[in-house]
């Protein structure tokens, strides 16, 4: 099924089993490691290159989110860490820029995510989301978190609206 794309001018992400496969190694000193897919941050960068909006709202708190929000091109202000109340942080994203939430994708896997998707102009979950998190969701990625879910929807909306074009200048530009 084809979807209308046209509205969207932001994404938010949640960040474990959506822009990773839900894994986390966890060191002695109790430091947390995730993998994150490097066609997913592709097309990130690629929507901020072209001027979408972009924002993590996650449960997870630690500095490697950050850090792999900033390579992203994701402004801190913009990096909602600990967010117990993820729909109170997706109105403040909105909020801040002015965006209706029905100009704003967000993806989700779990049952945290759900008031998020009542809320926003389309809801994306994994294919390997949890069975809640995928009935309230107005579209089910055919690729699961972390092994390209983010870029799948990332380049359909992107195509749809024209603007997946890659600037090389620009993108040499931004690091």
Same mark, same amino acid.
């Given at each position: 099924?084809?979807?209308?794309?046209?509205?969207?001018?932001?994404?938010?992400?949640?960040?474990?089993?959506?822009?990773?496969?839900?894994?986390?190694?966890?060191?002695?000193? #109790?430091?947390?490691?995730?993998?994150?897919?490097?066609?997913?941050?592709?097309?990130?960068?690629?929507?901020?290159?072209?001027?979408?909006?972009?924002?993590?709202?996650?449960?997870?708190?630690?500095?490697?989110?950050?850090?792999?929000?900033?390579?992203?091109?994701?402004?801190?202000?913009?990096?909602?860490?600990?967010?117990?109340?993820?729909?109170?942080?997706?109105?403040?994203?909105?909020?801040?820029?002015?965006?209706?939430?029905?100009?704003?994708?967000?993806? #989700?896997?779990?049952?945290?995510?759900?008031?998020?998707?009542?809320?926003?102009?389309?809801?994306?979950?994994?294919?390997? #989301?949890?069975?809640?998190?995928?009935?309230?969701?107005?579209?089910?990625?055919?690729?699961?978190?972390?092994?390209?879910?983010?870029?799948?929807?990332?380049?359909?909306?992107?195509?749809?609206?024209?603007?997946?074009?890659?600037?090389?200048?620009?993108?040499?530009?931004?690091?």
């Amino acid at each position: 099924m084809e979807h209308d794309f046209s509205r969207i001018k932001a994404f938010a992400f949640d960040v474990d089993g959506v822009m990773t496969d839900g894994g986390i190694l966890c060191d002695l000193e #109790g430091e947390l490691y995730r993998t994150f897919d490097s066609k997913d941050g592709f097309a990130i960068r690629m929507a901020a290159m072209n001027g979408y909006l972009l924002s993590i709202i996650t449960g997870g708190r630690s500095a490697s989110i950050r850090a792999r929000a900033h390579s992203l091109l994701i402004p801190d202000a913009d990096v909602y860490l600990s967010s117990r109340r993820k729909a109170e942080d997706f109105d403040d994203f909105c909020k801040r820029h002015s965006l209706d939430p029905s100009e704003v994708m967000f993806f #989700g896997d779990d049952v945290p995510d759900i008031e998020v998707f009542r809320r926003c102009g389309i809801g994306v979950c994994p294919s390997d #989301g949890a069975p809640d998190a995928i009935a309230a969701a107005h579209i089910v990625s055919d690729f699961p978190g972390g092994r390209g879910c983010v870029r799948d929807m990332l380049e359909k909306v992107m195509k749809q609206q024209g603007r997946w074009i890659f600037d090389s200048m620009l993108y040499s530009r931004m690091y």
